[in-house]
């Protein structure tokens, strides 16, 4: 079948109220006046990858479940005014949303609304299908029911990259997906020792590429059982919000990656997508454009190679 799709993007379709705090953790006080203000709006994870990979040229297709509300209609907004097609299945329970506080140095703390899972929803396996089989890549999300995709994208023999934000390298949800990918994200935050939980997932899972994302410490990337380490790209504008920083990076590694670039530079490309996110105000979406991203790799490429190059890491720092 003709290929029309570069990504499919499995999951993590919602909503985040966006509750801008004075510091974090807060305090505990009877009430805050909040400033800018409270805002709703669409993006969560998956919403970002897809935004991310759009915004970059490819050919992206967003897949999941949505509730027949409110949040689904915003999510379905989204989309269409994006141009980003969307498949969805219906989610009961609804849409999924969360809680954003945002510190203004930019961190932020989520907080998921659970009720909105739902354990007995699934996809139409013959929806999933006709998609793997139009698509180049798979980007799957950690979000219900898309383990059980993960077979099935397999039979249709595409790549599947996965991000497992801040797994602890324990919890057997995560391991799933951190098994059955090839590409595997993940963020060194919650990690003892990030170089440790990186090489255990690439010897006992499929994972042929391993990228722990650290913040204002870089990146580090396991490839060919080398470790290498990316340091941070300087942001082109003041930081804002750390919120969807880790999927812009994925968006841009996968960019790379099927642009045909060495990992080792799609990292770059994945540093460079990850420090604009972090510059874009928590209420909004917009993602870096493929001329804007170039344009900066090959400028960090040229500063680095004259002072210093990301260099192989004997090992990531134990946290």
């Known amino acids: 079948m003709h290929q029309q799709t570069d990504v499919l993007v499995l999951g993590g379709a919602g909503v985040d109220t ?12 009877d009430s805050y006046m909040i400033r800018p ?17 759009h915004a970059l040229g490819l050919r992206t297709h967003h897949l999941d479940m949505i509730g027949d509300d409110h949040e689904g209609d915003l999510v379905r907004a989204l989309h269409r005014d994006r141009g980003i097609p969307l498949t969805e299945a219906h989610q009961a329970s609804g849409t999924k949303r969360a809680v954003n506080l945002v510190a203004p140095d930019g961190r ?11 354990d007995a929803g699934r996809f139409d396996e013959t929806a999933v299908r006709r998609l793997a089989a139009a698509t180049r890549h798979a980007h799957v999300v950690i979000t219900q029911p898309c383990a059980l995709t993960l ?9 599947i990259s996965t ?24 963020s060194t935050t919650a990690l003892t020792d990030p170089e440790r939980t990186m090489r255990d997932i690439a ?10 994302t650290a913040g204002a410490d870089g990146s580090y990337l396991l490839h060919d059982d080398e470790l290498t380490h990316t340091p941070a790209a300087t942001p082109p504008a003041p930081v804002v919000d750390s919120n969807g920083a880790g999927d812009a990076f994925a968006s841009g590694f996968l960019l790379g990656l099927l642009s045909g670039e060495h990992p080792v530079r799609c990292a770059l490309h994945g540093t460079v997508a990850g420090a604009y996110a972090c510059t874009v105000p928590s209420t909004g979406t917009a993602a870096i454009g493929r001329e804007e991203l170039l344009a900066r790799v090959a400028e960090l490429e040229k500063e680095r190679a004259a002072g210093c190059p990301a260099a192989p890491a004997a090992r990531a720092p134990r946290r």
């Open 108 to 118: 932020r703390l989520s907080l998921y609304d659970a009720s909105r899972g739902d």
């Open 203 to 212: 010897g006992r899972g499929r994972a042929r590429i391993v990228v722990a």
């Open 18 to 29: 966006v509750v801008h705090v004075p510091e974090l953790p807060l305090p505990y006080a």
């Open 163 to 186: 991000d497992l934000h801040d797994w602890d390298g324990v919890d057997g949800y995560h391991e799933t997906f951190a098994l059955q990918a090839d590409i595997v994200f993940l």
């Open 151 to 159: 077979p099935v994208l397999r039979e249709a023999g595409v790549t």
């Open 37 to 53: 203000g409270i805002e709703t709006r669409a993006g969560q994870s998956g919403d970002f990858v897809a935004l991310g990979l």
